[in-house]
């Protein structure tokens, strides 16, 4: 029978859990408010998903979302992350805040399963000083206000830990249904999954099949369940992406795209301990760091129950550590599901020393007052100094005026839609305006991309350039580190010696007084038409004048068509006709038909001066066709009369 003594104990540990989490995803609330910058990176590529899903949702409801969700990131990232805000959007509204609060609930979640994970394997107490060494992590208190994939992937990787570490987790199918569906989540939030919990789960199952008169046949049975299970869940995305995943999961981590991240030198000395280094600063802290070091001693009178304790846990962290170790990229948030061992560790060794109760208090102060401390800096003061590797940044209240730039290019003729965001930081890159432009202009036909990582001398600009073919290119003068003088440095040589046929259309000034220049490509004009010679459709409708201009991309067309006799109620559509490319000059592009203008003899009967004026420039007009101007009855959408040849 439970003692009252210990129900009161249980209560107070998890009431001072409790209080703790709250304080924790308050403190992270008041920053995420005072950081009105737009997200950057990676941020904004998982919000800019979600609101395509959630834009999906509203238009076309289950089957829009469906469709949404397996086309997600075009197949390169698991979409679990961007699906997960949904719920939130809809009783709030797409907001970078309503996103963030899928974080706070992780939060909540992880330091509720890290506790049961740490009092199943040692103790209450060490489960308690666990969860706050975690979070008082510089990584954990840094990603929980960024909307990054690791921390929802840190909390399912221990929820699939906690579970696996149950009595006899596998002869139970209730167990073994839940490990499939966490696994499956897991997968769905990101492709390296299982690499986190592969070995827990064979050394467990080990464990497990090696006791005495174990149902063998049963727990066979329930890992195939599981197995199937997480096959099903996973698929759902996972089938029909594969192979794209396949192929960016490799490369963001060995290949082409690992080395802008990292170093291909990877046995290198130098590289492990830079690595350790950016680990120790801006992962766990120094100060942990050397409490880490100290609580290894802990080890040095193995019983068979410390032994059980170190070797999950060395199961939990090594091949993970290696593989991050040995990897080309050396983004360190990666490290996260793995650093809650780190803290356990450290929490065994703080639980193996003994103090007189008149020291205790003294003890736990001095313990935790640094990690407090840090803390607390950042989040209110915002006096840390931090390296390029680190996620730990003070709030901005930055604009780069990215709304108003979307704005301005949305405001441009059709043709003029693709840009070339040069600038890679972490404020103004293509990223942050793709989600922007998501959320602001969700039907627009444009579209944002950036320079290739380290590729940044002006030879490499101008293939980029020459790649892409973009209508504008974005560069703002703000220098930051040596990338960006190269980059500003080689557009300006390319500029300076006419090398691309771009020309500074406009300029806007930030709030830090830094311009950001738009430049707009223009083309020659090879053909210029001007007729002042009526021209008449039939004799009610005739073409007064029009100007014709041809350039290697696009034609420009304007003309005057008056009426020469009034006819009330009389309404009239009038085309363009010419031969028009049948593919988009650019993947994923959409092909704007011609326009087409209305006459209304009614609207446009002004006394004796009846006509309108109609313009519009078309892309993907082949040359050498013939263009004519044609008149449609606006009610059966029949030809009247003659064409007007324009050409």
């Known amino acids: ?306 032994l059980n304790i170190f070797l999950f846990l060395f199961s939990w962290f090594l091949f993970p550590a290696l593989l991050l170790t040995f990897g080309v990229n050396k983004e360190i948030r990666y490290i996260q599901p793995i650093l809650p061992v780190l803290a356990i560790q450290i929490s065994l060794l703080i639980n193996e020393y003994k103090f007189k109760k008149k020291h205790q208090n003294i003890f736990w102060i001095l313990l935790f007052i640094f990690p407090i401390y840090q803390l607390f800096n950042l989040s209110f003061f915002n006096k840390i ?48 305006y793709s989600y922007l432009l998501a959320k602001t202009h969700p039907n627009e036909n444009i ?18 350039i020459k790649v892409i073919d973009p209508d504008y290119i974005i560069i703002s003068d703000e220098i930051s580190n040596s990338r960006d003088l190269e980059i500003f440095t080689s557009f300006n040589k390319l500029i300076e010696n006419s090398a691309i046929p771009y020309s500074l259309q406009k300029t806007f000034i930030s709030n830090t007084g830094k311009n950001i220049n738009i430049y707009k490509i223009f083309f020659p004009i090879i053909k210029k038409t001007q007729s002042d010679v009526t021209k008449p459709f039939n004799n009610k409708i005739s073409v007064l004048s029009y100007t014709l201009s041809k350039t290697s991309k696009y034609v420009q067309f304007s003309a005057v068509i008056s009426q020469n006799d009034y006819t009330p109620h009389d309404e009239y559509v009038f085309k363009i006709s010419c031969t028009l490319a049948k593919i988009p000059i650019r993947e994923g592009q959409t092909f704007f038909s011609p326009e087409t203008w209305l006459f209304n003899t009614d609207e446009n009967h002004l006394n004796d001066q009846n006509y309108i004026i109609i313009n519009n420039t078309f892309s993907n007009v082949d040359n050498d066709c013939t263009l004519k101007l044609q008149m449609f009855d606006s009610v059966t959408n029949l030809k009247i009369g003659n064409d007007i040849v324009l050409n």
């Open 1 to 306: 029978m439970i003692s009252l003594t210990l129900l009161k104990k249980v209560r107070i540990e998890y009431i001072f859990l409790a209080l703790f989490s709250i304080l924790l995803v308050a403190i992270n609330i008041y920053w995420t408010k005072r950081d009105t910058a737009l997200p950057s990176y990676d941020q904004s590529w998982y919000l800019e998903n979600s609101i395509h899903i959630y834009n999906s949702y509203k238009s076309e409801g289950l089957s829009g979302l469906s469709k949404s969700y397996v086309n997600a990131f075009s197949g390169q990232k698991a979409p679990l992350l961007s699906l997960l805000p949904l719920p939130f959007y809809l009783i709030l509204g797409p907001k970078e805040n309503a996103a963030m609060i899928v974080n706070w609930v992780s939060l909540l979640l992880l330091n509720y399963y890290l506790f049961l994970l740490v009092r199943k394997l040692v103790n209450i107490k060490v489960a308690l000083i666990s969860v706050f060494i975690t979070q008082t992590m510089p990584l954990f208190y840094a990603l929980n206000r960024q909307f990054y994939v690791e921390y929802l992937l840190t909390l399912l990787v221990v929820i699939f830990l906690q579970i696996l570490l149950k009595d006899n987790v596998f002869h139970s199918i209730r167990n073994c249904i839940s490990l499939g569906i966490v696994a499956a989540l897991g997968l769905l939030t990101k492709v390296n999954f299982p690499m986190y919990v592969l070995v827990p789960s064979v050394y467990i199952f080990i464990k497990e099949i090696t006791k005495k008169n174990v149902p063998l046949e049963k727990i066979i049975i329930n890992i195939s369940v599981a197995i199937f299970i997480f096959i099903v869940v996973s698929s759902t995305w996972y089938y029909p992406n594969f192979n794209t995943i396949s192929k960016f999961a490799i490369s963001t981590s060995y290949g082409e795209i690992a080395k802008d991240y990292g170093s291909t030198n990877v046995y290198s000395l130098s590289t492990v301990l830079n690595y350790f280094k950016s680990i120790s600063r801006n992962g766990i802290s120094v100060y942990y760091s050397i409490l880490l070091i100290a609580s290894l001693f802990s080890f040095k009178n193995l019983n068979r129950e410390k």
């Open 447 to 464: 579209y944002f991309t950036g320079p290739v990582l380290n590729r940044n001398s002006t030879d490499d600009i101008l293939s980029r």
């Open 385 to 432: 100094k931090t390296d390029s590797s680190s996620h730990l940044y003070s709030p901005s209240q930055n604009n780069w005026k990215t709304q108003e730039i979307i704005d301005y290019i949305s405001g441009q003729p059709k043709y003029s839609r693709y840009s070339l965001v040069l600038d890679s930081k972490s404020q103004i890159n293509h990223n942050n």
